[in-house]
């Protein structure tokens, strides 16, 4: 079953443009992942925030954590064409030494035109 | 470093036949995963291998099984295949310690088609 939810389920953009990816779930959590995935490829890790971080940023990447709404936002400012992919977020990664099952949202998928 | 490689990466099969995956972790990852993803169910988690201990079972058949070997490489295994396991098949793999102990990491995956 998926966590949560994520919003939107499609997005498109002219490149250049910032892009905000909202995520929702429903239990606590230790931290929270986002991936990028290429049509028919594997995930790219691309950020982790922890349950006591309220903001992370990486590179063009900002992921903000609200623990008390149980949601995460991810933004890509300044988008590109090879940003276009789906976006998942994911909970569930625990801490060192616990067991990892991670649980997927349903994703939104970004197109970014040229 | 090389990342989570998996074998192979497509494949296809006919109904009743059997299918072995293979992936290899990250070097010094001691946790492996695995996870089904398809249009429909989206990405699932199937079960978790650490130090050749299967530690965490996500909610599918038994026809649905992996094993971990003693250099934290994995293989899983599908047997009398149906139609409906058609599918992108992910492994990750994750270090179990350290500041980074929580990321987890994935790899291309392995397409499986069954006709």
Not at chain 2, 7 to 25: D, N, W
């Amino acid at each position: 079953s998926q966590q949560g939810e994520e919003d939107p389920q499609a997005l498109s953009i002219q490149e250049g443009e910032n892009a905000t990816m909202n995520c929702s779930y429903k239990t606590s959590i230790n931290n929270l992942q986002w991936y990028r995935q290429n049509s028919g490829r594997g995930l790219v890790h691309l950020i982790l925030i922890r349950s006591n971080e309220r903001e992370k940023h990486s590179g063009r990447l900002r992921v903000t954590l609200d623990t008390s709404k149980k949601s995460s936002s991810l933004l890509i400012t300044a988008s590109r064409a090879a940003d276009t992919a789906s976006y998942f977020c994911a909970t569930g990664g625990g801490w060192p030494g616990s067991a990892r099952q991670l649980t997927f949202g349903s994703g939104t998928q970004l197109t970014v035109l040229p | 470093k090389a990342g989570v490689t998996q074998t192979p990466r497509y494949l296809i099969k006919t109904r009743g036949q059997q299918v072995t995956l293979s992936c290899s972790p990250i070097s010094g990852h001691r946790s492996v995963s695995w996870y089904q993803q398809t249009p429909g169910q989206g990405l699932q988690f199937l079960f978790e291998y650490f130090s050749e201990t299967q530690r965490n079972k996500g909610n599918f058949p038994g026809r649905f099984s992996g094993r971990q070997f003693s250099n934290s490489r994995s293989e899983m295994n599908v047997s009398t295949l149906e139609l409906g396991d058609s599918a992108l098949y992910l492994c990750a793999s994750s270090r179990q310690d350290g500041p980074s102990g929580n990321t987890i990491y994935f790899g291309e995956g392995s397409w499986l088609t069954v006709v």
